[in-house]
């Protein structure tokens, strides 16, 4: 049996769930690092934005107030990603300071996510209908 193809609208919804994990991960600092590996670290977000230059703004679920507390935090993540070698340790990484400059970055863009809250994964919404705690 197939299944039917989301609209735009619920992959729209599915994604910014997903930067908003991503955010979540940065806001730990160096906990994150220790959890996901420092290439995680930076393609974890970097999976949804690109390293150089201004998002794309095609995710339909991102309020305008959301693209720009991200466009704060994608500066600070593109220039972490400029200023260390591609090869990074963990514990290089940490020394680096970025993970710890960037957590209160990110933790202040994640809030202004969760004013609205996640989206369904299922249903199309204009607005998040179901304002459940998280993380």
């Known amino acids: 049996m197939l299944w039917p193809s989301p609209s ?3 992959v729209d919804q599915r994604v910014r769930n997903r930067i908003m994990e991503a955010i979540l991960g940065l ?11 420092a290439t995680e670290w930076f393609e974890g977000f970097f999976d949804y934005f690109p390293y150089e230059g201004p998002a794309v703004r095609d995710v339909t679920a991102i309020s305008d107030e959301e693209w720009a507390a991200l ?3 994608l500066l600070l993540m593109q220039a972490a990603c400029r200023e260390t070698p591609s090869n ?5 990484l940490k020394a680096s300071g970025w993970p710890a400059r960037i957590a209160p970055i990110a ?8 004013v609205r809250g ?4 299922e249903l199309e919404e204009q607005t998040p209908s179901s304002p459940i705690p998280w993380p």
């Open 107 to 114: 933790a202040e863009t994640l809030s202004v996510f969760l």
């Open 27 to 37: 806001t730990a600092g160096d906990a994150d690092v220790d959890e996901a590996g």
């Open 88 to 92: 990074i340790s963990e514990a290089e």
């Open 8 to 10: 735009r609208r619920l």
């Open 71 to 73: 466009a704060a935090l």
């Open 118 to 121: 996640r989206f369904s994964e």
